[in-house]
Nanobody, 125 residues
Framework: VELVESGGGLVQAGGSLRVSCAAS????????MGWFRQAPGKEREFVAA????????YYADAVKGRFTISRDNAKNTGYLQMNSLKPEDTAVYYC???????????????????WGQGTQVTVSP
């Protein structure tokens, strides 16, 4: 599956932003979807993941309660709604897709075989 992110940009601290992930090539609903981010000078880190339906989601502690992962399988699109943004949320955000089946909390970067090109999110103080 091919993934393309969009919706990044510049926002002030405390603001909101929604990034999208458009999928093509294969049935998006077959995949587990994840979001990762990479800040300047840091390694890429896990942000959130969800199964095919919205029944089960999992978040990194740093974003829990502020970010919401969702997907619309009919539109082959995934989303990451980011609220109460902080300057430390500044990063390139990547969506990823995996065909592996495991507990959401056990997913690692290496479990995801398809990646988007990333979209920049910058949060100003």
């Amino acid at each position: 599956v091919e993934l393309v992110e969009s919706g990044g940009g510049l926002v002030q601290a405390g603001g909101s932003l929604r990034v999208s992930c458009a999928a093509s090539g294969r049935t998006f609903s077959s995949y587990v979807m994840g979001w990762f981010r990479q800040a300047p000078g840091k390694e890429r880190e896990f942000v959130a993941a969800m199964y095919w339906s919205a029944y089960s989601t999992y978040y990194a502690d740093a974003v829990k309660g502020r970010f919401t992962i969702s997907r619309d399988n009919a539109k082959n699109t995934g989303y990451l709604q980011m609220n109460s943004l902080k300057p430390e949320d500044t990063a390139v955000y990547y969506c990823a897709a995996s065909l592996r089946i495991k507990l959401l909390r056990d997913y690692r970067e290496s479990d995801f075989g398809s990646w988007g090109q990333g979209t920049q999110v910058t949060v100003s103080p």
